[in-house]
């Protein structure tokens, strides 16, 4: 089956230590999207890549990096993670932006920083 | 900005309807849509109306669109306990992204 796949689904970190988190997926779209989810709160859009486009969200803190080497796969790149980074990443995927772009949520990787 | 709101909790016996509201305020708003999120899960989409209806019914669920007041609102008839969740309310516009109400929890009890 066509799906979004994020790992690892749990991640724990030390504070300021560097830590990737994986999104792939099957589905040939052509955005991915990267959101964080805090506990009872919608999910915040941190950025996104059309195609190889990237597009940062206005407030998102210079600690939070993503690359996107090929269609499939997208990286969030934390370098130096705090206490307050503590979510859930919620990877999404749609076919492009416009009139209609459903998007497609994988798993979440729940983030633990120590 | 445009702001999605929804109310964070409800709770309803199994077997009764539920009846999740949302207010959006981008009156350009051309897809709105309901996600359910269980427990440590991600996001999945329910159903969405496009903003030319004012109606949507698909098996137990019924969505309700009144464009004028700028409400939607998802009806689950026969509420199971596996309905119990968060439902998200997002809508788009355009090029727009999809912007998210903040989640209403449901909560059924048997």
């Known amino acids: 089956d066509a799906m979004v796949i994020q790992n690892p689904r749990y991640q724990v970190t030390q504070f300021g230590k560097p830590v990737t988190l994986s999104c792939s997926q099957t589905l040939n779209h052509n955005v991915m999207y990267w959101y964080q989810q805090k506990s009872s709160q919608a999910p915040k859009l941190l950025f996104h890549?059309?195609?190889?486009?990237?597009?940062n969200e206005a407030d998102t803190p210079d600690n939070f990096q993503s690359r996107r080497p090929n269609t499939s796969f997208c990286f969030l790149d934390i370098r130096s993670p705090g206490l307050g980074d503590a979510a859930m990443y919620l990877c999404?995927?749609?076919?492009?932006?416009?009139?209609?772009?459903?998007?497609?949520f994988g798993p979440g990787t729940r983030l633990t920083v120590l | 900005g445009e702001d999605v709101e929804q109310s964070l909790f409800l709770s309803v016996r199994e077997g009764d309807s539920s009846v999740i509201n949302c207010t959006y305020t981008?009156?350009?708003?051309?897809?709105l849509y309901w996600y359910k999120q269980e427990p440590g899960a991600g996001l999945q989409l329910l159903t969405y109306?496009?903003?030319?209806?004012d109606m949507k019914q698909d098996q137990r669920l019924t969505v309700l669109l009144n464009k004028k007041d700028k409400h939607l609102s998802l009806r689950i008839a026969d509420t199971q306990t596996g309905d119990s969740a968060i439902y998200f309310c997002?809508?788009?516009?355009?090029?727009?992204?999809?912007?998210f109400g903040a989640g209403t929890r449901l909560t059924v009890k048997p």
């Open positions: 981008d009156s350009s708003s051309t897809y």
């Open positions: 890549y059309y195609d190889k486009d990237f597009n």
């Open positions: 109306i496009f903003s030319n209806m």
């Open positions: 997002a809508e788009t516009s355009n090029n727009n992204d999809m912007r």
């Open positions: 999404a995927t749609s076919r492009g932006r416009g009139l209609y772009n459903e998007q497609f």
